[in-house]
């Protein structure tokens, strides 16, 4: 059974820094794109950052390009999102998932196959 546990989400003051992780099991996750995804209060999910299998691809959205970076180690099955320079606008409980797609695909929520539960990350001001 595959699962995605995010950890590392808390409360952060503006200006701070945190790092995400999510842990991928049940299956090798090496072939696919990973990508961060986050949903704020009353807002719809919305995509935030993703990298290729190889991590020679990533996209960023333009409200978080310069501040986050994402990685993976296909060793560990994990993807990271290294949050810096956080405002309270980024507040949002913040998803992990896995696709199947390649290119300008992975910034498409549909496009991703398996998804975890979620971790809150809030940033006071």
């Known amino acids: 059974q595959v699962q995605l546990v995010e950890s590392g989400g808390g409360l952060v003051q503006a200006g701070g820094s945190l790092r995400l992780s999510c842990a991928a099991s049940?299956?090798?996750?090496?072939?696919?794109?990973m990508g961060w995804f986050r949903q704020a209060p009353a807002k719809e999910r919305e995509f935030v950052a993703a990298?290729?299998?190889?991590?020679?691809?990533?996209y960023y959205a333009d409200s978080v390009k310069g501040r986050f970076t994402i990685s993976r180690d296909n060793a560990k099955n994990t993807v990271y999102l290294q949050m810096n320079s956080l405002k309270p606008e980024d507040t949002a409980v913040y998803y992990c998932?896995?696709?199947?797609?390649?290119?300008?695909?992975?910034?498409?929520?549909?496009?991703?196959?398996?998804w975890g539960q979620g971790t809150q990350v809030t940033v006071s001001s």
């Open positions: 049940g299956r090798t996750f090496s072939n696919y794109a």
């Open positions: 998932a896995v696709s199947q797609f390649s290119g300008s695909y992975i910034k498409v929520q549909e496009k991703y196959d398996y």
């Open positions: 990298i290729n299998w190889s991590g020679g691809r990533i």
